[in-house]
């Protein structure tokens, strides 16, 4: 039987701002991404990291070069093509969380698997809502929520469509540490469970510890590539991550 495609495959990827002053966001980026890798992409503001998921999001066109997911040519898709492969094949979670105010918990979730045409989508944001611990909370408005349990809800939205790519910016910049522990916990969790592949961007020590995998982005190039193990965390301890993801 033949290797499943990656999950992620750019080649030489760029992608330039234009305008008076050009801005090179990305430059010649070459990255492969497993199926239910755990990827977190880490480097200082400004050094592309958002641009990136943007591109494998299919949120922005790259300006040259190539991207697949799943062997899928993201740049050849029309717009309304695009749209559907954002809908219905990449989740997004954001650091902001972008739940909609007026609608409950429950509304929230089972909305992007709605709007796709699926008469279940009560039933699978009601099963999500469950698995993340948040049964209770179906009947609420984000505003009635702390910030973990916003996160988790947008985590639940994410995933409701069945999508195996997930997509987290800064999913954590927003919450305290036990919140975000929390959260990074789960993406973890859902990852193994769903075999859902994950592409973090972060600035988060904890978030890089579970990785499988660590991309670091300065001035838009690739400028390391390392595993958990060899950075050291906060105790000085290393992570063994010689198992496979």
């Known amino acids: 039987m033949?290797?499943?495609?990656?999950a992620v495959s750019c080649r030489s990827l760029r992608k330039i701002y234009e305008g008076a002053s050009p801005v090179v966001a990305l430059d010649g980026i070459d990255l492969d991404i497993s199926p239910g890798e755990f990827v977190a992409v880490v480097g200082p503001s400004g050094g592309g990291k958002s641009t990136l998921l943007h591109l494998i999001g299919g949120i922005d066109r790259a300006t040259s070069g190539t991207l697949s997911v799943a062997g899928r040519d993201i740049g050849a898709l029309s717009e309304h093509d695009r749209t559907l492969f954002r809908r219905?094949?990449?989740?997004?979670?954001f650091q902001f969380f972008n739940l909609l105010p007026h609608i409950n918990v429950l509304e929230n979730v089972e909305l992007p698997r709605a709007l796709d045409g699926?008469?279940?989508?009560?039933?699978?944001?009601?099963?999500?809502?469950?698995r993340l611990g948040l049964a209770a909370r179906c009947f609420a408005h984000p505003y009635e929520l702390s910030g973990g349990e916003m996160q988790r809800v947008a985590i639940a939205r994410a995933l409701v469509t069945g999508a195996r790519l997930l997509l987290a910016d800064e999913p954590t910049g927003n919450l305290d540490t036990r919140n975000g522990e929390e959260v990074l916990a789960l993406l973890d969790e859902i990852r193994r469970e769903r075999q859902v592949t994950v592409v973090l961007a972060t600035h988060?020590?904890?978030?890089?510890q579970r990785a499988a995998r660590?991309?670091?982005l300065?001035?838009?190039?690739?400028?390391?590539?390392?595993?958990?193990?060899?950075?050291?965390?906060?105790?000085?301890?290393?992570?063994?991550?010689?198992?496979p993801p």
Not at 2 to 6: I, K, L, S, Y
Not at 204 to 208: F, L, P, R, T, V
């Open 2 to 6: 033949p290797n499943a495609p990656p």
């Open 204 to 208: 988060s020590e904890s978030a890089c």
């Open 118 to 130: 699926h008469d279940d989508a009560v039933r699978e944001a009601r099963a999500l809502l469950e």
């Open 88 to 93: 219905r094949e990449v989740g997004l979670v």
């Open 218 to 243: 300065v001035d838009g190039r690739i400028a390391s590539r390392t595993r958990p193990h060899d950075v050291p965390s906060a105790s000085g301890a290393r992570r063994d991550v010689n198992t």
């Open 214 to 216: 660590i991309i670091e």
